[in-house]
């Protein structure tokens, strides 16, 4: 059981440049959510999904993009990379909202030079 | 006012030692909390939710305040083991907000 798996580990990308960060999950859970964490600094949600169609806004969602078309997939699309992106970026799940915890992936390890 | 607000660390105690560590949100309707565990360079992992009338786990206490919309986490005997960066998270609606966390070095 792998849980939720983040692809790719690490990443450079020159400024100005695109990507996606994958993740998927193998839990059937309904919630989804990106977080991206600083150094020394606790994790900002950037976007979160309710369910396959549905995605919303978090606390930082400028630059960044995100679907959700099956219920295992929420890519993070980044556009136009800037160095303010350079981040540890997580994705999580949970399996009832509000009322259950978070499960992490690994971790995409991002620098934009 | 940020959202969720812990201590500012970092917190070095000896082995042996109790610790405690205070979260302050802003946010009266918020509706769950927990307290996550994150070791350097790894994803944050659940450690404990936090229900109102307070609950423990081992060495582990966790206390919630709704009327002072602070919650607590205290660390009993503490080993080497249990330093890490120790974040408290707050979920209301579908939304899940940490604080920065607050990092503890335990000492031999």
């Known amino acids: 059981n792998a849980g939720v798996t983040q692809t790719p580990k690490f990443r450079i990308l020159k400024i100005g440049q695109s990507m996606t960060l994958q993740c998927a999950q193998d839990?059937?859970?309904?919630?989804m959510y990106w977080y991206r964490q600083d150094p020394g600094m606790g994790l900002k949600l950037i976007y979160y999904s309710v369910g396959a169609g549905i995605t919303d806004k978090g606390e930082v969602p400028n630059g960044y993009n995100v679907s959700r078309s099956t219920t295992e997939d929420f890519p993070l699309r980044l556009e136009l990379a800037a160095p303010s992106q350079t981040s540890v970026y997580f994705c999580a799940t949970s399996g009832q909202g509000y009322n259950s915890p978070l499960h992490f992936g690994n971790g995409t390890r991002l620098t934009v030079t | 006012r940020k959202e969720v607000e812990q201590d500012p660390g970092p917190f070095n105690v000896p082995e042996g030692a109790t610790v405690a560590f205070n979260c302050t949100y802003s946010n009266s309707a918020s509706q769950s909390f927990f307290w996550y565990r994150q070791d350097c360079r790894k994803e944050p992992k659940l450690l404990m939710s936090v229900y109102s009338s307070g609950n423990e786990d081992g060495r582990f206490t966790a206390q919630l305040n709704r009327a002072s919309q602070y919650i607590s986490l205290l660390i009993r005997d503490s080993k080497l083991s249990d330093s890490a960066t120790y974040l408290c998270?707050?979920?209301?609606?579908?939304?899940?907000?940490f604080g920065a966390g607050t990092r503890l070095f335990v000492k031999a």
């Open positions: 839990m059937n859970h309904n919630y």
């Open positions: 998270a707050v979920t209301g609606g579908f939304k899940t907000i």
